[in-house]
């Protein structure tokens, strides 16, 4: 070898090792830097970067983290972002925008954090707006008149100042999101006049600004994710589907965006597509809990939702064991110190979610098998009390599912039931008598009396379409499906055809309405009508491990879903997998 070749590749090695030392020493610096935060940097949260007026590189990037975490609904974790960017420059403005913005009301609640608090970061943030910049004034300054001085939260005024902010820097997809959200949270959850109903006045406002924000920048986390909400109960929510399928990567690290285009895709009959959502939104939300050692609303009200809304969608697509796994696991997660705690009363209805499932897939046994929930947990009881029923009445019990109809009654009239709200939503009394209809309906149906049945099956869907929008909704399961069974059964078959017509115009592409929709057609000879729903049934139920008759489970092949029981499942399974194996 040459002796200028070996000098080179002594060379080369030199540089080698110097780069590969420095790249160490850089990551070494990083890690000792992430070391010194009061919160966590974290890890995947896309490329939406929001550029403040900072002296600290770092308070940028937890100020930028902090909004994310906000467009995530996550605002535990933002505020954590905001108080710590004020920490690392105690001058940046809109730190202290972030941390009132983030304390006050949002889309999901009505609820605000500490009123002085929040007028403090007011007014700091008004002090050090002098140095910012004009679109950074501008939002200061409207969340001033969100926050006066010794008032609660004012939204109308903060809706009026932000249409102004809106003229003024109309091509700042930031600043058109955050416009599109003061409307829309002085309107949450009322923006159609039914699920696939005519928009209320406000909502083509909120759409077209979202749509705008979203043409101005596709990657905005939140006006991917209000867009969702803001079409998820239209007619043409097939137009969301482009900003379902952006959420998906958008910000890897937030499970709640992750979760989001399950959304569109329950509405949409993408069942599957809506479960895979789900699943992936809670190995990401697991993980963050576990690593940032997270409290309060977040993992009590927004990771147990990717659990209940899986579900939702397991149930949908027929998959009975996955959604009784994911129902337990949604009861089974929640902390039960927060199931009394004022603010969290969402908490109960979760652990009511294994009694609806049950019901669906008629697991009777398992049923009868689940200890009665604690004497002061109302709500949750009177469920427990409509499942036993239920389960009782198609057991042969009637006497026995008639106790149990009276003390659901007993307690649909307490207080507690009547006042408590799921997500601020529709009131626990709401579900409770529906409740008490299908129940009704099911003993008078088993006892040989069907027109009587119907007409609770029909004063139980009267209520159920008075519910207020809320995804998975506050019901769990159509009640069309028990009557449009019901009307087969009595050889009804045109009735039952409108029933799961109606049904279908709700739950696209639903097996368990497709089914009943196709005996409906056979039964009164239009078979090839009957065959073209057939097949559209067959592709619903692909993945499905239970059998229907009509639209209900086949009594006569009942399946014994299979509990896997394994290092994660809950608690609540693992009890029941014993009881039902002994």
């Not at 770092?58 to 933002?78: D, K, L, P, S």
């Not at 006006?223 to 482009?242: F, Q, R, S």
């Not at 279908?504 to 097996?511: C, D």
Request: hydrophobic share 40%; glycine share 4%; with cysteine.
């Amino acid at each position: 070898m040459k002796k200028s070749t070996k000098i080179n590749l002594v060379f080369v090695g030199v540089m080698v090792g110097m780069v590969a030392f420095l790249l160490t020493m850089k990551s070494c610096t990083q890690q000792a830097i992430r070391e010194s935060f009061k919160a966590p940097l974290l890890n995947n949260m896309g490329e939406y970067d929001v550029k403040v007026t900072t002296k600290s590189e770092y308070a940028g990037r937890f100020v930028t983290q902090g909004i994310i975490m906000a467009n995530a609904f996550n605002h535990g974790e933002a505020a954590r972002s905001f108080r710590e960017a004020i920490r690392l420059d105690s001058t940046c403005a809109m730190a202290y925008w972030g941390l009132a913005y983030v304390l006050g009301p949002n889309y999901n609640t009505s609820n605000q954090g500490d009123t002085q608090e929040i007028q403090r970061a007011v007014e700091h943030a008004l002090q050090y707006s002098k140095e910012a910049t004009a679109w950074e004034r501008a939002l200061i300054e409207a969340l001033a008149v969100k926050f006066p001085l010794n008032s609660e939260a004012n939204g109308e005024a903060y809706e009026s100042a932000m249409r102004k902010v809106y003229q003024q820097f109309s091509d700042d997809d930031f600043v058109v999101t955050l416009f599109a959200e003061s409307i829309m949270n002085l309107h949450a959850w009322d923006l159609y006049t039914r699920k696939g109903g005519q928009p209320k006045p406000w909502t083509p406002e909120i759409v077209s600004l979202l749509e705008h924000a979203m043409k101005l920048n596709s990657k905005n986390p939140l006006a991917n994710h209000l867009y969702i909400h803001a079409t998820e109960a239209a007619p043409d929510v097939e137009k969301a589907l482009a900003a379902a399928g952006r959420l998906k990567t958008l910000v890897p690290g937030a499970g709640h965006l992750v979760h989001m285009p399950s959304h569109i895709y329950i509405n949409t009959g993408d069942y599957y597509e809506g479960s895979m959502a789900n699943e992936e939104a809670v190995r990401v939300d697991s993980a963050y809990i576990a690593q940032c050692l997270v409290e309060g609303v977040y993992p009590q009200i927004y990771y147990p939702h990717n659990w209940h809304f899986l579900a939702a969608t397991a149930a949908l697509e027929g998959r009975g064991g996955r959604s009784l796994e994911a129902a337990f696991k949604t009861a089974d997660i929640i902390d039960r110190n927060y199931l009394r705690q004022e603010g969290f009363e969402t908490t109960q209805h979760y652990i009511t979610i294994p009694y609806n499932v049950l019901v669906k897939f008629s697991q009777w046994e398992k049923i009868l098998a689940l200890p009665q929930p604690d004497e002061d947990l109302y709500y949750p009881r009177a469920i427990w009390h409509y499942a036993r029923g239920m389960a009782l009445a198609n057991t042969a019990n009637i006497n026995k599912a008639r106790t149990e109809l009276d003390s659901l009654k007993s307690l649909a009239e307490t207080d507690a039931v009547k006042t408590m709200m799921i997500w601020e939503v529709n009131t626990t009394a709401d579900i409770a008598n529906i409740a008490i209809h299908v129940l009704e309906a099911e003993i008078l149906r088993l006892s040989g009396n069907p027109e009587k049945a119907i007409e609770h099956y029909e004063l139980a869907i009267k209520l159920e379409d008075q519910l207020n929008y809320n995804e998975p909704p506050d019901w769990f399961f159509s009640v069309r499906h028990f009557l449009g069974d019901l009307y087969l059964n009595i050889n009804k078959p045109k009735e039952a055809e409108a029933v799961f017509r109606e049904d279908l115009s709700y739950w696209v592409k639903n097996g368990f309405a497709l089914n009943g929709l196709y005996h409906s057609l056979l039964m009164q000879q239009r078979t090839e009508e009957a065959e073209a729903v057939k097949k559209e049934f067959e592709k619903a139920w692909k993945r499905a491990d239970s059998t229907l008759k009509y639209a209900r489970i086949d009594e006569a092949n009942r399946p014994n879903l299979v509990i896997r029981v394994d290092e994660t499942t809950p608690n609540n399974l693992v009890y029941l997998a014993g009881i039902l194996c002994k």
